[in-house]
């Protein structure tokens, strides 16, 4: 009996040996060599794979750059990074739009009016699609999927609420993407000391916001009114308009006249 064994974990092992030399030999023989060129991208490059760029990794981004040699832009790197990729291969840089992430939704768990409870998976995707929890169907339900995306750590949830830590954010939009709200907004940013944006994204009139958050946008247009205002209206909401900031003067007077502060500021 001993011998079979014996005999048997002899067989094994031989045949073992022979598929591991089998392997290494076609191993050697089918190896792709990497371009040196493509391992120089990848060490100037942040290494995160957030995939702002279009590609999947920063792998695929440095190869594509390396084989078409035509610019192409890497956000989270800004105009540093992207300047060393464009010197190294003798190309063009191209212009860096960086962006900074906000939620359109500022309440608090304490804010936010629920007459229901939610029982099931632990995932805004499944609380959405079953209208469970929250009254407002526009609001944060504050379970996190977007911190699990978040490729640099810059969000969290405090109170219920999402929290950006801005000076964290790299602007590649995978929360934008993973919201099943769509509350995430990528606004343009080129180094101000502060962001001011709209922490609301319910597009009813304000009697029924008023019921369902202390904190929503009830369309009264005071901001609108400001002099110098980018502010709009459309939908019974606010919204910025980036681009027609003459100064933050007029930013900083409508957050200070909205009735209910849902108008918000960040410091960069």
């Known amino acids: ?63 594509a750059i390396v084989a078409e040699r035509k610019p192409l832009v890497c956000i989270p790197g800004g105009e540093d990074v992207n300047r060393k990729v464009s010197q190294l291969l003798g190309i063009q840089s191209q212009e860096v739009k960086r962006a900074k992430a906000v939620v359109r939704c500022g309440a608090t768990k304490n ?3 629920t007459s229901s409870f939610y029982v099931g998976p632990t995932s805004c995707v499944f609380v959405d699609i079953t209208l469970g ?40 939009g995978r929360c934008t993407k993973v919201c099943p709200r769509g509350l995430f907004e990528l606004i343009p940013w080129q180094g101000e000391s502060k962001i001011y944006f709209v922490a609301c994204n319910n597009k009813e009139k304000g009697g029924y916001v008023k019921t369902v958050c202390k904190k929503g946008c009830i369309g009264c247009g005071i901001c609108v009114r400001v002099k110098h205002s980018p502010f709009y209206l459309q939908n019974n909401l606010s919204h910025i308009n980036y681009q027609q900031i003459s100064n933050q003067e007029a930013l900083e007077e409508a957050k200070n006249k909205c009735p209910t502060k849902c108008i918000q500021e960040l410091d960069v």
């Open 1 to 63: 009996m001993n011998e079979m064994i014996i005999k048997g974990l002899v067989v094994m092992g031989g045949l073992g040996l022979v598929f591991s030399a089998t392997l290494a030999y076609f191993g050697q023989r089918l190896k792709v060599e990497s371009n040196p060129l493509v391992e120089k991208v990848l060490d100037i490059l942040p290494g995160i794979n957030c995939g702002a760029c279009g590609f999947s990794s920063c792998r695929s981004f440095a190869e």
């Open 133 to 172: 929890g929250l009254d407002c169907k526009y609001g944060c339900i504050g379970l996190g999927d977007c911190v699990d995306a978040c490729p640099a750590g810059a969000i969290s949830i405090k109170e219920g609420r999402v929290v950006i830590d801005i000076k964290k954010c790299i602007g590649c």
């Open 111 to 113: 804010e936010k009016k």
